[in-house]
């Protein structure tokens, strides 16, 4: 797990320790000293510790004029024992929402499990981005299953073209673009 990095190639564009409305503002990373661990495996420094012990974050991009906000997940999101989505809405997403962001791009390949408790956090969630919206990109096929058999993915948009997105080959204007296109379509249909 030490190898797995947030995703780098847009840090020209936007970094969240440079940010003064990132909730990571003034961060410092190491690329040799890694602390924080997940399960005793040891993560890359550059992931952002949110107060999970199982789930760290990335803003890989946030375009506050467009209201948008690309976040990478790396871990468990286990919302059982740790209430990862209430650490996860109260410490990251609500301090963005502050400046205007209402469309978020979760990212979560890199997501191995997932844990209900109940879905109040979510339906919050879904209920402050009012003109907005939550994407679930790229997750495993098994951790989206999870997420539907609790029926949370009433909250957010997953599934078809956006688990098939190259994200990666593009920029994250193009990201953004791209899934709202997708995003309007799935809504007036």
Request: aromatic share 16%.
């Amino acid at each position: 797990m030490q190898d797995i990095e947030p995703y780098y190639n847009w840090r020209h564009l936007y970094t969240a320790e440079e940010d003064e409305r990132s909730p990571f503002f003034g961060r410092e990373y190491s690329e040799f000293e890694y602390s924080n661990v997940i399960y005793n495996f040891y993560i890359h420094p550059q992931w952002d510790d949110i107060g999970s012990p199982t789930l760290f974050a990335k803003i890989l991009y946030a375009d506050y004029a467009d209201g948008a906000a690309i976040i990478e997940l790396i871990g468990e999101w286990n919302d059982a024992i740790n209430n990862d989505i209430m650490i996860l809405k109260r410490d990251v997403i609500e301090p963005i929402m502050r400046h205007g962001i209402n469309k978020f791009i979760l990212i979560g390949e890199n997501i191995l499990n997932f844990h209900f408790s109940d879905d109040c956090y979510y339906e919050e969630w879904f209920e402050d981005v009012e003109n907005g919206w939550i994407v679930f990109m790229n997750f495993q096929e098994h951790v989206l299953a999870e997420f539907k058999k609790c029926n949370l993915d009433y909250y957010f948009i997953s599934g078809g073209q956006l688990d098939e997105m190259p994200w990666r080959t593009m920029t994250p204007q193009q990201v953004v673009e791209r899934t709202a296109a997708l995003v309007s379509r799935r809504l007036d249909s």
